[in-house]
């Protein structure tokens, strides 16, 4: 039997449809840009048919694409790992104990997420230069974990406030004291939490541009600072800055499909 909710249902599917095809419609024409040919890829009107390479790839993997690779990777772990490392205590604190002098404290911690990164970059980058570390991956590690520290705090918390203060007062009444129960009791029963936090952190450090642009040099620059190389004073490579772009995508791609379910339960409730 037909309902009335019926036409609204129809509608939900129009709107998801178009909203599927709005998120898909970038990373396909990436795609079908890395394996065209120069001129399949300049055309106008846009070729939907035509005869794919692999002339892109070869040029990326033959050139100096591994070395950028390893910084960004080594980076994001590093910064991940450090954010979670500060972020966790921070979020069991602000989960516990809900004064109003820490609450006003959350809204401070997550008040740099408002500021434009390279709004503060002109201190910071002469700041580095003067110790001369800008040859060295520390600048860039440092400032990704002071620049994702208030995301992890806020998804962290969501989950600790998931778990019952029952399970602190047992360990307290087992003779534990707070410090030991947050890594006895607290920290294990949160590590959907912890691997939704990092899988986001990590994402964004692997993704970020500007910190790594003005802090990196030569010898240590990541992958989004090597893809930017590709836009030349004569014009942009487009077939190398997809393919480029593709393979980028790839650790991102396997990431998400592992973590989805710690992911969307960190969205729906780590976020709320």
């Known amino acids: 039997m037909r309902t009335g909710r019926d036409p609204w249902n129809f509608v939900y599917f129009l709107f998801l449809a178009a909203m599927l095809v709005f998120c898909v419609l970038p990373i396909y024409w990436i795609y079908s840009i890395s394996v065209k040919y120069p001129v399949d890829a300049l055309s106008m009107p846009p070729k939907l048919i035509f005869t794919p390479t692999l002339d892109n790839f070869r040029t990326i993997l033959e050139s100096d694409f591994f070395g950028p690779f390893m910084n960004s990777l080594k980076t994001s772990l590093l910064a991940t790992f450090g954010t979670l490392l ?20 959350q809204l401070w911690v997550l008040s740099p997420q408002m500021i434009p990164p390279i709004v503060v970059m002109v201190p910071f980058f002469l700041f580095w230069t003067t110790l001369d570390l800008t040859s060295t991956h520390v600048p860039l590690v440092v400032m990704l974990i002071l620049a ?12 600790f406030d998931d778990i019952p203060n029952d399970f602190d007062e047992s360990g307290m009444l087992d003779g534990l004291n707070r ?4 890594f006895r009791i607290a920290l294990p029963l949160n590590l959907t939490g912890l691997v939704a936090a990092g899988g986001f952190i990590f994402i964004q450090c692997w993704n970020e541009f500007t910190f790594s642009f003005l802090l990196t040099e030569e010898g240590n620059k990541t992958l989004p600072v090597q893809i930017a190389q590709f836009i030349t004073p004569t014009g942009t490579l487009w077939g190398q800055i997809t393919a480029a772009s593709v393979l980028a995508m790839l650790p991102q791609i396997l990431l998400l499909i592992f973590l989805q379910k710690y992911l969307v339960r960190g969205f729906s409730m780590g976020l709320k």
Not at 149 to 155: D, G
Not at 179 to 182: G, S, W
């Open 86 to 105: 500060l972020g966790a205590p921070a979020a069991y604190a602000f989960s516990r104990w809900e004064g109003r002098p820490l609450k006003n404290t």
């Open 179 to 182: 410090v030991t129960v947050f």
């Open 148 to 159: 994702n520290l208030p995301l992890c705090v806020w998804i962290v918390k969501g989950f």
